[in-house]
């Protein structure tokens, strides 16, 4: 089985504060993904990677910014959080690029305060 | 870009009653997801429909795509209490460098006893 794992379940951080969320893949997947999910609002792409060191932007990447030095690890970086960023960020990983079926992790629910 | 619709956003059945969650997409795809999330749980992948007239089916749920139509149908049949969870649809987006899965907002499922 794939299995996706999030360094934490649950954050409380403060306005101003950097945050690093950790995204970690089991199944040599090319491609890893990170969402941030709120009510009335499904899923929406923050940033992606189909590549070591490679990374484009999804459809809200302001605020945001993503690290990937190893094929299995895949980071979110708040570089200083805001109230406005409470929510839950599932990440999920997938074997290829194009289209394919995405496996997702538990998902972390931040709050910033 | 391609913009998913998903009806109705909640629905709440009774026990032993039968419905159907409505995907629309707004461009060409060949491929279309379902998945389920459990309250407070990640998302788990249910159906993936690939081909015009594809249909698939587990248990009480049946998932069936029309891509003439641009739309997948979630039917429940006899529905059950443990079927109570959120119903996303997500489809493949082929944007030249930036492929990806576009979800729609979800379907709140609450079946009553």
């Known amino acids: 089985d794939v299995k996706v794992t999030q360094s934490s379940r649950y954050l409380v951080k403060r306005t101003g504060e950097k945050v690093f969320l950790e995204c970690v893949q089991d199944m040599d997947h090319e491609n890893m993904f990170w969402y941030r999910q709120d009510p009335g609002l499904g899923l929406r792409l923050i940033y992606f990677?189909?590549?070591?060191?490679?990374?484009e932007k999804g459809d809200i990447p302001e605020g945001y910014s993503v690290s990937r030095e190893k094929k299995e690890r895949f980071s979110l970086i708040l570089e200083s959080a805001s109230t406005n960023q409470t929510s839950m960020y599932l990440c999920?990983?997938?074997?290829?690029?194009?289209?394919?079926?995405?496996?997702f992790g538990p998902g972390t629910r931040l709050t910033v305060t | 870009e391609l913009k998913v619709e998903q009806n109705p956003l909640f629905l709440s059945m009774q026990e032993g009653k039968n419905y159907t969650i409505y995907c629309n997409y707004s461009?060409?795809?060949?491929?279309l997801y379902w998945y389920r999330q459990d309250p407070g749980k990640s998302l788990e992948s249910l159906f993936v429909?690939?081909?015009?007239?594809a249909v698939k089916q587990e248990g009480r749920l049946m998932a069936s795509l029309d891509t003439k139509a641009r739309l997948s149908t979630l039917h429940i049949t006899a529905a059950v209490h443990d079927l109570s969870a959120t119903y996303f649809c997500a489809v493949a987006y082929y944007g030249g460098a930036t492929n990806k899965l576009i979800f729609g907002t979800g379907t709140l499922l609450a079946v009553q006893p």
């Open positions: 461009t060409t795809s060949d491929r």
């Open positions: 429909l690939l081909s015009n007239g």
């Open positions: 990677s189909y590549d070591v060191k490679m990374k």
């Open positions: 999920a990983s997938s074997l290829r690029r194009v289209g394919y079926e995405q496996y």
